[in-house]
């Protein structure tokens, strides 16, 4: 059974660093593009990153661009968001989704929380 | 840049057709996709590719798309379909990803 299971969130200030992951099960991680999209407190969905399958193409949301690195470890089943200097903007819901038929999020994890504030 | 508009809310009786509108630039237009988010949980798409419904989602979930147009259409809306509706799509490049800024659908 396919599951998508994020971790990394927490409370951090403005300025600093935090690293999220995703562990992917039951379908050919190495073998899928993915993605990451946020959603701010009340707000609605924003698609943030995409990485294909072998880590060789990566495309960012132009409001995280500089700021978040997207990456993958296939040999993990694992897809990692790196967010430096975090605004308190980016305080929201984080997703991993896997990119199915075109590429497009298809399954989604439940989610970690992202709270950046001082 | 490129956006996508939903009505911000849509309300319909038990029974009655629901229809959702997400509207985006010029063409060469590009597939687009809806997904169903109820209160707490992950989203869940309901139509792909325009049209086609995912295996699991109920038949009285449908989609089209004419012009630079597409309309999510639940016909007989239950109260469980109560939830936010988001649009996806691409630009003409495809390289730009986006939702739309989603529809709160009231079945009541």
């Known amino acids: 059974q396919l599951q998508l299971v994020e971790s990394g969130g927490g409370v951090v200030q403005p300025g600093r660093s935090l690293r999220l992951s995703c562990a992917a099960s039951?379908?050919?991680?190495?073998?899928?593009?993915m993605h990451w999209v946020r959603q701010p407190p009340g707000k609605g969905l924003e698609w943030v990153a995409i990485?294909?399958?072998?880590?060789?193409?990566?495309d960012y949301a132009d409001s995280v661009k500089g700021r978040f690195t997207i990456s993958r470890d296939n040999s993990k089943n694992t897809l990692y968001l790196q967010m430096n200097s975090l605004r308190v903007e980016d305080t929201a819901l984080y997703y991993c989704?896997?990119?199915?038929?075109?590429?497009?999020?298809?399954?989604w994890g439940q989610g970690t929380l992202v709270t950046v504030s001082s | 840049s490129y956006e996508l508009t939903q009505p911000p809310s849509v309300s319909v009786s038990p029974g009655q057709t629901a229809r959702i509108t997400c509207s985006g630039d010029v063409s060469p237009k590009k597939y687009t996709y809806w997904y169903q988010q109820k209160s707490g949980q992950a989203p869940v798409l309901v139509i792909y590719?325009?049209?086609k419904r995912p295996s699991g989602i109920p038949e009285r979930f449908s989609g089209s798309s004419s012009g630079t147009m597409a309309t999510l259409t639940i016909s007989g809306a239950q109260v469980e379909d109560e939830a936010d509706y988001y649009c996806y799509s691409t630009d003409s490049s495809g390289e730009r990803r986006v939702f739309g800024g989603g529809t709160k659908l009231t079945v009541l």
């Open positions: 590719e325009d049209t």
């Open positions: 990485i294909f399958y072998d880590g060789s193409i990566k």
């Open positions: 039951g379908f050919p991680f190495s073998s899928s593009g």
């Open positions: 989704a896997r990119g199915g038929t075109d590429l497009v999020p298809d399954k």
